[in-house]
């Protein structure tokens, strides 16, 4: 893995903590950052090693204020066709490890975005979510605008986006946004509770339950429903699914190994 000048990359018993580390401007997404985060996750999901991914932002202020605003003003009609951050969220989105996003401070527009990427958010009542982009006369470009709603409901998507309002952790949760609320100072300590928790899971169940909920999403129930069964049958041919049925009859933890 390379050394990065704008992240702090730390690998701890199968997680890897993504810390993005620019607390000086609020963890600010640039170009430079999101190049390396690709990296990064690029790196995580080649290896065996990496069983979780956990993405926070260095300091109490901020998760990541969103995209970095000079550069933005410098952006063209032409440049927002590139893939750029939505390009980058959708690879998280289909990362095969389970993505976490640790939330302190403020996760504002493209930080709001890049929580919204990952599979499971974590947040203490002092985080801030919102997406004000329609203040700079834009719209949210990194799957803002789908994600929210697919998550929290149209309604209430529209209400965050069209009035920009900015919201607490312990509303978030309310919403369903936030899937745990941790108390303050704890967030890492929550974070570690839920990933003891997945580590516990058949990993290419893992992978199969994750592509099948994102996959299946959007598309007709019927076909979605044979994408389940057939995920299903690949779990019935690992060895994996031996492990985890006779560990659970003979009352033992299950001992699997990808396979």
Same mark, same amino acid.
């Not at 963890?27 to 430079?32: R, S």
């Not at 985080?127 to 697919?150: C, D, H, V, Y």
């Not at 041919?237 to 190994?257: I, P, V, W, Y």
């Given at each position: 893995?390379?050394?990065?000048?704008? /992240?702090?990359?730390?690998?701890?018993?199968?997680?890897?903590?993504?810390?993005?580390?620019?607390?000086?401007?609020?963890?600010? /997404?640039?170009?430079?950052?999101?190049?390396?985060?690709?990296?990064?996750?690029?790196?995580?999901?080649?290896?065996?090693?990496?069983?979780?991914?956990?993405?926070?932002?260095?300091? %109490? &202020?901020?998760? #990541?204020?969103?995209?970095?605003?000079?550069?933005?003003?410098? &952006?063209?009609?032409?440049?927002?066709?590139?893939?750029?951050?939505?390009? /980058?969220?959708?690879?998280?989105?289909?990362?095969?490890?389970?993505?976490?996003?640790?939330?302190?401070?403020?996760?504002?527009?493209?930080?709001?975005?890049?929580?919204?990427?990952?599979?499971?958010?974590?947040?203490?009542?002092?985080? &801030?979510?919102?997406?004000?982009?329609?203040?700079?006369?834009?719209?949210?470009?990194?799957?803002?605008?789908?994600?929210?709603?697919?998550?929290?409901?149209?309604?209430?998507?529209?209400?965050?986006?069209?009035?920009?309002? @900015?919201?607490?952790?312990?509303?978030?949760?309310?919403?369903?946004?936030?899937?745990? /609320?941790?108390?303050?100072?704890?967030?890492? &300590?929550?974070?570690?509770?839920?990933? #003891?928790?997945?580590?516990?899971?058949?990993?290419?169940?893992?992978?199969?339950?994750?592509?099948?909920?994102?996959?299946?999403?959007? @598309?007709?129930? %019927?076909?979605?429903?044979?994408? %389940?069964?057939?995920?299903?049958?690949?779990?019935?041919?690992?060895?994996?699914?031996?492990?985890?049925?006779?560990?659970?009859?003979?009352?033992?933890?299950?001992?699997?190994?990808?396979?």
């Amino acid at each position: 893995m390379h050394q990065y000048e704008n /992240l702090l990359v730390q690998i701890e018993q199968g997680a890897m903590w993504l810390t993005i580390n620019r607390p000086e401007f609020r963890n600010a /997404l640039n170009h430079e950052t999101l190049q390396e985060m690709e990296d990064a996750f690029g790196w995580a999901e080649a290896s065996d090693e990496v069983k979780v991914i956990v993405v926070k932002g260095a300091g %109490e &202020k901020s998760f #990541a204020a969103g995209a970095d605003i000079k550069q933005l003003q410098q &952006k063209n009609m032409l440049d927002a066709l590139i893939p750029g951050m939505q390009g /980058l969220y959708k690879k998280i989105q289909q990362c095969s490890k389970v993505t976490i996003a640790a939330v302190e401070g403020y996760a504002l527009g493209g930080g709001c975005e890049l929580a919204l990427a990952c599979d499971i958010r974590v947040a203490t009542k002092r985080a &801030k979510f919102g997406l004000p982009e329609l203040n700079l006369g834009i719209i949210p470009g990194a799957g803002g605008t789908q994600n929210l709603s697919r998550i929290i409901g149209k309604g209430r998507a529209l209400d965050m986006i069209l009035t920009g309002k @900015i919201i607490d952790g312990e509303e978030a949760e309310r919403i369903g946004l936030v899937s745990y /609320l941790a108390p303050d100072d704890e967030l890492d &300590k929550q974070v570690e509770e839920v990933t #003891a928790q997945i580590y516990k899971k058949g990993p290419v169940a893992i992978k199969l339950a994750k592509l099948v909920v994102h996959k299946g999403y959007d @598309i007709d129930l %019927e076909t979605a429903m044979l994408m %389940e069964k057939l995920s299903q049958a690949v779990a019935f041919g690992t060895e994996d699914k031996q492990e985890g049925t006779s560990a659970f009859l003979e009352k033992r933890a299950a001992e699997f190994t990808n396979q």
